[in-house]
């Protein structure tokens, strides 16, 4: 109840109380007699109040109660009349607050205006049901994004199973053809094998069929570098072998058979550094590569005719002394 209308009330019980205790004070004046009292002259007898006494205050009081009314009507506004525009706007705000239809209901009856409380109802059993269709929309978009989904998974793992089964093909027949080249590279391996073992025999057999050089030669202590008159080719075994004989450097030397390897080196004075003075060193060629005979065979590594040479310094061959007799087997290659 708004402050206007308990003002109102209030004035209207206490007119009433006002014109009950005025007749109730009216009554009781005429039921009592007045006592006899002898007054002076000179003052006039008190006056007696009666309604018709009091109407005029009565009136007055009324007429502010009528006044004050008339006041509190005027200030008092009249009934809300929103409009369509006013109402969707309420409505959506309270459809964001998450409002529920009781509440919305009570929201506009505050606002006392029926036409806004019927046309809310309205409003709001139509963004209900669209509400619901957003929902079930909303469920319907969800599962049939659950199922694309699931469509896709399945053509996807077809995708990878499709893929996957490529892939071990190709490694099916990657691996069969390495494992095919691997057996051809093992064939070529095992006939180059075969033709080099082919080749072998025939070297064997070639080397059977020509039967070793043996050649019997005499070499002077005092003359270096005798040419034996036996060419030798790249890759024959030569063999030097003593039959008989003995050399030195002087008189006053001792004899020695020349096949000495194992004596200490001569050193820089003679013409083989390596091998021992009064030795019998051979060469193929005249630039070729010197060994101590006593350590044949050995194959020679270049093409030539075959040298002998006692060991001594170049200008000291003059006062050697001896001979040696060799005999000389050559293999060809």
Not at 109 to 129: D, G, I, M, R
Request: charged share 15%; aromatic share 6%.
């Amino acid at each position: 109840m708004s402050s206007s209308t308990v003002t109102i009330v209030v004035a209207l019980i206490s007119a009433i109380t006002a014109i009950i205790v005025a007749l109730i004070q009216t009554r009781k004046d005429k039921e009592e007699p007045s006592p006899k009292i002898s007054l002076p002259k000179q003052l006039p007898a008190k006056k007696k109040l009666s309604l018709f006494t009091m109407s005029p205050l009565i009136i007055v009081v009324i007429a502010l109660l009528i006044i004050m009314m008339v006041n509190t009507l005027k200030n008092q506004q009249p009934p809300m009349a929103l409009t369509d525009t006013q109402i969707a706007s309420i409505l959506n705000n309270a459809t964001k607050q998450n409002y529920d239809y009781q509440s919305a209901v009570a929201l506009f009856a505050t606002l006392n205006s029926s036409k806004a409380t019927a046309t809310f109802q309205s409003a709001y059993e139509t963004v209900a049901a669209a509400d619901k269709l957003t929902r079930v929309v909303a469920e319907a978009n969800t599962q049939l994004a659950i199922q694309k989904a699931q469509t896709q998974d399945a053509i996807s793992g077809t995708i990878v199973a499709n893929s996957t089964a490529q892939a071990q093909a190709s490694e099916t027949a990657i691996y069969q053809m390495t494992k095919s080249e691997q057996d051809s590279q093992k064939s070529i391996q095992e006939t180059s094998q075969a033709v080099v073992k082919t080749q072998e025999a025939q070297a064997s057999a070639t080397q059977a069929a020509k039967p070793p050089i043996v050649e019997y030669f005499l070499v002077d202590a005092n003359k270096p570098w005798v040419n034996s008159g036996i060419h030798i080719s790249i890759g024959d075994t030569v063999t030097i072998e003593r039959t008989y004989g003995q050399w030195r450097t002087t008189t006053d030397d001792t004899w020695r058979d020349g096949f000495n390897c194992s004596d200490p080196p001569c050193g820089v004075s003679c013409i083989a550094v390596d091998a021992p003075e009064e030795s019998l060193i051979i060469r193929v060629g005249t630039a070729g590569k010197i060994f101590c005979a006593g350590k044949s065979p050995f194959t020679s590594p270049q093409s030539g005719y075959l040298l002998l040479s006692f060991n001594d310094a170049p200008n000291m061959f003059s006062d050697n002394q001896g001979q040696i007799n060799v005999r000389i087997t050559v293999k060809r290659k």
